[in-house]
T-cell receptor
Framework: AQSVAQPEDQVNVAEGNPLTVKCTYSVSGNPYLFWYVQYPNRGLQFLLKYITGDNLVKGSYGFEAEFNKSQTSFHLKKPSALVSDSALYFCAVRAPGAGSGAGSYQLTFGKGTKLSVIP | NAGVTQTPKFQVLKTGQSMTLQCAQDMNHEYMSWYRQDPGMGLRLIHYSVGAGITDQGEVPNGYNVSRSTTEDFPLRLLSAAPSQTSVYFC??????????FGPGTRLTVL
Protein backbone atom coordinates (compact mmCIF):
# COMPACT_ATOMS: atom_id res chain seq x y z
CA ALA A 1 0.00 0.00 0.00
CA GLN A 2 1.17 3.50 -0.74
CA SER A 3 1.50 6.16 1.94
CA VAL A 4 2.61 9.74 2.44
CA ALA A 5 4.02 11.34 5.57
CA GLN A 6 4.17 15.04 6.30
CA PRO A 7 6.10 15.07 9.57
CA GLU A 8 5.25 18.65 10.57
CA ASP A 9 1.69 19.65 11.41
CA GLN A 10 2.72 23.31 11.33
CA VAL A 11 5.59 25.33 9.92
CA ASN A 12 6.20 28.96 10.89
CA VAL A 13 8.49 31.16 8.84
CA ALA A 14 9.19 34.88 8.72
CA GLU A 15 8.23 36.80 5.60
CA GLY A 16 11.15 36.95 3.18
CA ASN A 17 12.84 33.84 4.57
CA PRO A 18 13.07 30.59 2.64
CA LEU A 19 10.48 27.95 3.45
CA THR A 20 10.47 24.16 3.31
CA VAL A 21 7.51 21.84 3.80
CA LYS A 22 8.58 18.23 4.12
CA CYS A 23 7.09 15.13 2.51
CA THR A 24 8.20 11.51 2.37
CA TYR A 25 6.44 8.70 0.57
CA SER A 26 6.24 4.94 0.31
CA VAL A 27 5.11 3.18 -2.88
CA SER A 28 5.80 0.13 -4.99
CA GLY A 29 7.07 1.19 -8.37
CA ASN A 30 7.81 4.67 -9.67
CA PRO A 31 5.88 7.44 -7.93
CA TYR A 32 3.93 10.32 -9.38
CA LEU A 33 4.18 13.06 -6.74
CA PHE A 34 2.03 16.15 -6.28
CA TRP A 35 1.73 19.20 -4.06
CA TYR A 36 -1.55 20.98 -3.46
CA VAL A 37 -2.46 24.10 -1.49
CA GLN A 38 -5.72 24.81 0.30
CA TYR A 39 -6.77 28.28 1.40
CA PRO A 40 -9.45 28.61 4.10
CA ASN A 41 -12.91 27.43 3.02
CA ARG A 42 -11.66 26.57 -0.46
CA GLY A 43 -10.94 23.46 -2.49
CA LEU A 44 -7.45 22.17 -3.18
CA GLN A 45 -5.37 23.86 -5.86
CA PHE A 46 -2.62 22.06 -7.75
CA LEU A 47 0.88 23.53 -7.27
CA LEU A 48 3.31 21.17 -9.02
CA LYS A 49 4.07 17.57 -9.88
CA TYR A 50 6.92 15.17 -10.50
CA ILE A 51 6.39 12.35 -12.97
CA THR A 52 9.75 11.86 -14.63
CA GLY A 53 12.80 13.87 -15.72
CA ASP A 54 14.55 16.57 -13.71
CA ASN A 55 14.47 16.03 -9.98
CA LEU A 56 13.81 19.74 -9.37
CA VAL A 57 10.37 20.76 -10.52
CA LYS A 58 8.97 24.27 -10.59
CA GLY A 59 5.35 25.14 -10.07
CA SER A 60 2.89 27.92 -9.43
CA TYR A 61 3.50 31.03 -7.25
CA GLY A 62 7.29 30.54 -7.16
CA PHE A 63 7.18 27.14 -5.45
CA GLU A 64 9.50 24.29 -6.34
CA ALA A 65 10.07 20.76 -5.09
CA GLU A 66 12.95 18.34 -5.21
CA PHE A 67 12.43 14.64 -5.84
CA ASN A 68 14.96 12.49 -3.99
CA LYS A 69 14.54 8.83 -4.83
CA SER A 70 17.10 7.49 -2.36
CA GLN A 71 15.47 9.35 0.54
CA THR A 72 11.94 8.86 -0.85
CA SER A 73 11.27 12.53 -0.30
CA PHE A 74 9.59 15.35 -2.19
CA HIS A 75 10.03 18.52 -0.13
CA LEU A 76 8.29 21.73 -1.16
CA LYS A 77 10.41 24.89 -1.15
CA LYS A 78 10.23 28.59 -1.87
CA PRO A 79 13.19 30.98 -1.72
CA SER A 80 11.30 33.89 -0.16
CA ALA A 81 8.02 33.41 1.72
CA LEU A 82 5.07 35.78 1.42
CA VAL A 83 2.30 36.33 3.97
CA SER A 84 -0.13 35.27 1.24
CA ASP A 85 1.56 31.82 1.18
CA SER A 86 -0.07 31.06 4.55
CA ALA A 87 -2.30 28.04 3.89
CA LEU A 88 -2.61 24.28 4.28
CA TYR A 89 -0.29 22.24 2.05
CA PHE A 90 -0.82 18.64 1.02
CA CYS A 91 1.59 16.19 -0.54
CA ALA A 92 0.14 13.28 -2.54
CA VAL A 93 1.39 10.21 -4.40
CA ARG A 94 0.18 7.94 -7.16
CA ALA A 95 1.93 4.78 -8.30
CA PRO A 96 0.63 3.83 -11.76
CA GLY A 97 2.93 0.88 -12.11
CA ALA A 98 2.25 -0.56 -8.69
CA GLY A 99 -1.04 -2.33 -9.18
CA SER A 100 -3.48 -3.41 -11.80
CA GLY A 101 -6.74 -1.98 -12.94
CA ALA A 102 -8.52 0.90 -11.31
CA GLY A 103 -6.54 0.74 -8.08
CA SER A 104 -3.43 2.12 -9.72
CA TYR A 105 -5.24 5.45 -10.19
CA GLN A 106 -5.61 6.05 -6.47
CA LEU A 107 -4.09 9.23 -5.09
CA THR A 108 -2.99 9.06 -1.46
CA PHE A 109 -2.65 12.30 0.52
CA GLY A 110 -0.61 13.24 3.53
CA LYS A 111 -2.37 14.78 6.52
CA GLY A 112 -1.32 18.28 5.57
CA THR A 113 1.03 20.94 6.92
CA LYS A 114 -0.22 24.34 7.99
CA LEU A 115 2.17 27.04 6.84
CA SER A 116 2.11 30.36 8.66
CA VAL A 117 4.20 33.20 7.28
CA ILE A 118 4.77 35.87 9.89
CA PRO A 119 5.03 39.50 8.75
CA ASN B 1 -15.07 25.76 -18.92
CA ALA B 2 -16.50 25.44 -15.38
CA GLY B 3 -14.09 22.69 -14.23
CA VAL B 4 -15.46 20.63 -11.33
CA THR B 5 -18.71 21.81 -9.78
CA GLN B 6 -20.37 20.57 -6.60
CA THR B 7 -23.81 21.15 -5.14
CA PRO B 8 -24.93 22.01 -2.57
CA LYS B 9 -22.27 24.13 -0.85
CA PHE B 10 -23.78 23.57 2.59
CA GLN B 11 -26.22 20.99 3.95
CA VAL B 12 -27.66 20.13 7.35
CA LEU B 13 -29.25 16.71 7.81
CA LYS B 14 -30.86 14.87 10.66
CA THR B 15 -29.63 11.43 11.63
CA GLY B 16 -31.17 8.81 9.37
CA GLN B 17 -31.94 11.10 6.46
CA SER B 18 -30.55 10.37 3.02
CA MET B 19 -29.22 12.76 0.42
CA THR B 20 -27.14 12.99 -2.72
CA LEU B 21 -24.13 15.24 -3.20
CA GLN B 22 -23.78 16.23 -6.82
CA CYS B 23 -20.51 16.47 -8.75
CA ALA B 24 -19.99 17.31 -12.40
CA GLN B 25 -16.97 18.04 -14.59
CA ASP B 26 -16.76 19.37 -18.12
CA MET B 27 -13.17 18.40 -18.95
CA ASN B 28 -13.96 14.90 -20.28
CA HIS B 29 -11.87 13.33 -17.51
CA GLU B 30 -12.19 9.61 -17.11
CA TYR B 31 -11.11 9.49 -13.46
CA MET B 32 -13.35 10.96 -10.75
CA SER B 33 -13.22 10.57 -7.00
CA TRP B 34 -14.84 11.61 -3.74
CA TYR B 35 -12.90 12.55 -0.60
CA ARG B 36 -13.85 13.62 2.85
CA GLN B 37 -11.73 16.06 4.81
CA ASP B 38 -11.70 16.02 8.58
CA PRO B 39 -9.41 18.04 10.90
CA GLY B 40 -6.06 16.32 11.40
CA MET B 41 -6.99 13.49 9.03
CA GLY B 42 -6.12 14.99 5.67
CA LEU B 43 -8.19 13.80 2.71
CA ARG B 44 -9.52 10.27 2.73
CA LEU B 45 -10.79 8.59 -0.41
CA ILE B 46 -14.40 7.39 -0.25
CA HIS B 47 -15.11 6.05 -3.76
CA TYR B 48 -13.64 6.52 -7.19
CA SER B 49 -14.39 5.79 -10.83
CA VAL B 50 -12.21 5.26 -13.88
CA GLY B 51 -15.02 5.66 -16.38
CA ALA B 52 -18.75 5.42 -16.94
CA GLY B 53 -20.08 2.24 -15.36
CA ILE B 54 -16.89 1.55 -13.37
CA THR B 55 -16.62 2.40 -9.68
CA ASP B 56 -14.60 1.10 -6.77
CA GLN B 57 -14.24 1.63 -3.04
CA GLY B 58 -11.61 3.78 -1.45
CA GLU B 59 -10.38 3.94 2.13
CA VAL B 60 -13.67 4.89 3.87
CA PRO B 61 -16.62 3.67 1.74
CA ASN B 62 -19.07 2.57 4.45
CA GLY B 63 -22.34 4.48 4.46
CA TYR B 64 -21.83 5.89 0.96
CA ASN B 65 -22.86 4.78 -2.52
CA VAL B 66 -21.80 6.02 -5.95
CA SER B 67 -22.69 5.42 -9.55
CA ARG B 68 -21.26 6.74 -12.81
CA SER B 69 -23.74 6.65 -15.66
CA THR B 70 -22.02 9.40 -17.68
CA THR B 71 -18.46 10.70 -17.99
CA GLU B 72 -19.52 14.09 -16.59
CA ASP B 73 -21.41 13.18 -13.42
CA PHE B 74 -20.40 11.31 -10.27
CA PRO B 75 -22.98 11.67 -7.47
CA LEU B 76 -22.32 10.54 -3.91
CA ARG B 77 -25.26 9.15 -1.94
CA LEU B 78 -25.51 9.05 1.82
CA LEU B 79 -27.89 6.21 2.60
CA SER B 80 -28.73 6.95 6.23
CA ALA B 81 -26.81 9.92 7.58
CA ALA B 82 -24.92 9.62 10.86
CA PRO B 83 -23.15 12.31 12.93
CA SER B 84 -19.83 10.63 12.03
CA GLN B 85 -20.45 11.73 8.44
CA THR B 86 -20.23 15.39 9.40
CA SER B 87 -17.36 16.55 7.20
CA VAL B 88 -16.33 18.54 4.17
CA TYR B 89 -16.69 16.54 0.96
CA PHE B 90 -14.60 17.16 -2.15
CA CYS B 91 -15.05 15.77 -5.62
CA UNK B 92 -12.08 15.65 -8.00
CA UNK B 93 -11.32 14.58 -11.55
CA UNK B 94 -8.26 13.92 -13.65
CA UNK B 95 -7.09 12.69 -17.01
CA UNK B 96 -5.00 9.54 -16.80
CA UNK B 97 -2.48 9.71 -13.93
CA UNK B 98 -2.10 13.47 -13.98
CA UNK B 99 -3.02 16.03 -11.35
CA UNK B 100 -6.56 16.08 -10.01
CA UNK B 101 -8.82 19.10 -10.24
CA PHE B 102 -10.95 19.68 -7.17
CA GLY B 103 -14.40 21.11 -6.72
CA PRO B 104 -15.16 23.81 -4.11
CA GLY B 105 -16.51 21.30 -1.58
CA THR B 106 -19.74 20.58 0.28
CA ARG B 107 -19.86 21.23 4.02
CA LEU B 108 -22.20 18.66 5.58
CA THR B 109 -23.47 18.66 9.15
CA VAL B 110 -25.45 15.72 10.51
CA LEU B 111 -27.37 16.41 13.71
Amino acid sequence: AQSVAQPEDQVNVAEGNPLTVKCTYSVSGNPYLFWYVQYPNRGLQFLLKYITGDNLVKGSYGFEAEFNKSQTSFHLKKPSALVSDSALYFCAVRAPGAGSGAGSYQLTFGKGTKLSVIP
Amino acid sequence: NAGVTQTPKFQVLKTGQSMTLQCAQDMNHEYMSWYRQDPGMGLRLIHYSVGAGITDQGEVPNGYNVSRSTTEDFPLRLLSAAPSQTSVYFCASSHDYNEQFFGPGTRLTVL
